[in-house]
């Protein structure tokens, strides 16, 4: 019920061109939909969220499409450059009633982006 | 300040060494939490710690050991590490009660064990 799973596992993208992430989860109790970003040797960083009440989120380049009705949740970057290559992790949370929350996450994407 | 700061950036440790990893964070965040990542692999949730108090252990080995001296401090103890303990540690914290923020993470402290 805790699961979120990711795809694809590696995805590798000309310069200019759209990445697609794709995350689904079960546990229609998460209210919270972040994505993550990681370099190597980095902690991960907050790219963009979404809550179940919002179809779609942008921000620059970068966009995440919920269907709630599939459990299901995506992130899109246009325009792909070479310096977002890293590894992206989707992640989901109940964070109703409390000051703290547990994020759990997908097993992550590998981005390459070629020049 | 926007920061989670973690302290040392490496560590190697022999197995029958005692260390402390240090995290700090000044942006009020009442929420801290430590994960360990191994390589090519998400986050793994270890210890929340929520006002000061420990509100989740992940059935952490005994050998880590969380401390919360403040609210801009955690610290975790280590003792008789073994080798498949070696990881990305990672801190992070968060607003209080408001998931818009998300987790701020620091950029953890590589620790090998030897």
């Known amino acids: 019920q805790q699961q979120v799973k990711q795809s694809p596992q590696s995805l590798i993208v000309q310069k200019g061109g759209i990445s697609i992430i794709n995350c689904a989860y079960e546990?229609?109790?998460?209210?919270?939909f972040p994505w993550y970003q990681q370099f190597p040797g980095k902690g991960p960083a907050l790219l963009i969220a979404?809550?179940?009440?919002?179809s779609e989120k942008k921000e620059g380049r970068f966009t995440i499409s919920f269907n709630k009705s599939a459990k299901q949740f995506s992130l899109h970057i246009m325009d792909s450059q070479p310096g977002d290559s890293a590894t992206y992790f989707c992640?989901?949370?109940?964070?109703?009633?409390?000051?703290?929350?547990?994020?759990?996450f997908g097993k992550g994407t590998l981005l390459t982006v070629n020049p | 300040d926007t920061e989670v700061t973690q302290t040392p950036k490496h560590l190697v440790m022999g197995m029958t060494n005692k260390k402390s990893l240090k995290c700090e964070q000044h942006?009020?965040?009442?929420?801290m939490y430590w994960y360990k990542q191994k390589a090519k692999k998400p986050p793994e949730l270890m210890f929340v710690?929520?006002?000061?108090?420990?509100?989740i252990n992940e059935s952490v080995p005994s050998r880590f050991s969380p401390e919360c001296p403040n609210s801009s401090l955690l610290n975790l103890h280590l003792h008789a590490l073994q080798p498949e303990d070696s990881a990305l540690y990672l801190c992070?914290?968060?607003?209080?009660?408001?998931?818009?923020?998300?987790?701020?993470f620091g950029s953890g402290t590589r620790l090998t064990v030897v």
């Open positions: 942006m009020g965040h009442r929420a």
């Open positions: 710690y929520s006002y000061e108090k420990l509100s």
């Open positions: 992070a914290s968060s607003q209080a009660a408001s998931y818009n923020y998300g987790y701020t």
């Open positions: 979404i809550r179940p009440d919002v």
């Open positions: 546990n229609t109790a998460f209210d919270y």
């Open positions: 992640a989901a949370s109940i964070s109703r009633g409390g000051s703290n929350y547990k994020l759990t």
